[in-house]
């Protein structure tokens, strides 16, 4: 059973463009949420992660967006630049255990 | 600073044969975890350790077993593999915090035959 569900499982974005990837959980008992990304033959790296009392939170191009109240969280990439191309998971934290997300794969367009 | 390794990165394996990967870590890490990836699935936890000498199951244990005889060490096995047991595997550590990050090898790439 998939408890944090995200979209889309692709997105292409032209250079410049605003990334935005969803997702959204069903457990309350989740206390932290994590963005991964992960480059070909490489294995995943934390990239920004968000407590639910905070609505959100920036670092450089990359904020996260955290609406506690419909269970919903995204990420926004500003300026997107080919080499932010990767595949991008969510996830969160109960328990010490990491639940994920399946993962979007984001391909930006030069 | 290595960071996580894993060994061996790619493995042919025909169906009811054994092996068993590894995973060695040089931060100092107390927690340890083995996950897979699979296509559309995100990453699944097999089993995970909160110290040495200690092992818990994850989400999906079955087929599998693991060992943490030593701290910066940890050892998954597969005793009989199946077809269904092809999958990329990644070991992870972190510090007790768990609002520490995971840190990640590079993965196994495993093919059962």
């Known amino acids: 059973q998939q408890q944090v569900k995200q979209s889309p499982q692709s997105l292409i974005v032209q250079k410049g463009g605003i990334s935005i990837i969803n997702c959204a959980y069903e457990?309350?008992?989740?206390?932290?949420f994590p963005w991964y990304q992960q480059f070909p033959g490489k294995g995943p790296a934390l990239l920004i992660a968000?407590?639910?009392d905070v609505s959100e939170k920036k670092e450089g191009r990359f904020t996260i967006s955290f609406n506690k109240s419909a269970k919903q969280f995204s990420l926004h990439i500003m300026d997107s630049q080919p080499g932010d191309s990767a595949t991008y998971f969510c996830?969160?934290?109960?328990?010490?255990?990491?639940?994920w997300g399946a993962g979007t794969k984001l391909i930006i367009k030069p | 600073n290595a960071g996580v390794t894993q060994t061996p990165k790619f493995r042919v394996l025909k169906t009811g044969q054994s092996m068993t990967l590894l995973c060695a870590q040089d931060?100092?890490?107390?927690?340890m975890y083995w996950y897979r990836q699979d296509p559309g699935m995100g990453l699944r936890l097999i089993h995970y350790?909160?110290?040495?000498?200690?092992?818990a199951k994850g989400e999906v244990p079955d087929g599998y077993n693991v060992s943490r005889l030593k701290k910066q060490n940890f050892l998954l096995g597969l005793e009989s593999a199946a077809p269904s047991q092809t999958s990329v595997y990644f070991c992870?550590?972190?510090?007790?915090?768990?609002?520490?990050?995971?840190?990640f090898g590079d993965g196994t790439r495993l093919s059962i035959l």
């Open positions: 992870a550590s972190s510090y007790v915090d768990s609002y520490q990050p995971q840190h």
């Open positions: 931060m100092n890490h107390e927690y």
């Open positions: 350790s909160v110290g040495e000498g200690t092992t």
């Open positions: 457990n309350t008992a989740f206390d932290y």
């Open positions: 968000i407590r639910p």
């Open positions: 996830a969160a934290i109960s328990n010490y255990q990491l639940i």
